[in-house]
């Protein structure tokens, strides 16, 4: 399985983010700090402000940051909602046209599978992914405030 860019880009947000609690970001510094195109972070951060896990200020000063502590963003719920509801495969879906499908044995395989993905992003947050604040904002050109 690969993950679409949209959900990488929504993790490496919420990473920066969770590095960058005492000020507000802007899309502007995040696309710098990762090389990434602004366009696609605005997309990226409109889903996370809409999902209640980025809080987004306007107006002159305003910007971007986490709305939930990193320790209450579980991985499995950001990549479920970034991934979408839609089925991974043909057959999960209501729409299934896959002509063996009633005796397919990769369906209950595939089903496992994933169930394991979620089931061990489901046991990380985003505290997790930043657990070695300075060595990763030393990375991304970040002062850390504490």
């Avoid at 002509?99 to 397919?104: G, H, M, N």
């Amino acid at each position: 399985m690969k993950l679409t860019s949209f959900t990488d880009y929504t993790l490496r947000v919420l990473m920066y983010l969770a590095l960058h609690q005492e000020r507000l970001a802007t899309i502007q510094g995040i696309a710098g700090a990762y090389g990434i195109s602004e366009n696609h972070l605005m997309k990226v951060v409109h889903h996370l402000a809409k999902s209640g896990m980025v809080e987004s200020l306007r107006g002159k000063g305003g910007g971007i940051r986490l709305a939930l502590p990193p320790e209450q963003i579980r991985l499995g719920v950001v990549v479920r909602a970034a991934e979408g509801d839609g089925p991974v495969v043909e057959c999960f879906g209501a729409d299934n046209a896959c002509r063996i499908t009633p005796v397919c044995k990769l369906i209950p395989i595939l089903a496992e599978a994933f169930d394991a993905l979620y089931a061990v992003l489901d046991r990380y947050t985003l505290a997790d992914l930043v657990a070695q604040p300075a060595s990763m904002a030393k990375l991304l050109n970040i002062d850390l405030v504490w």
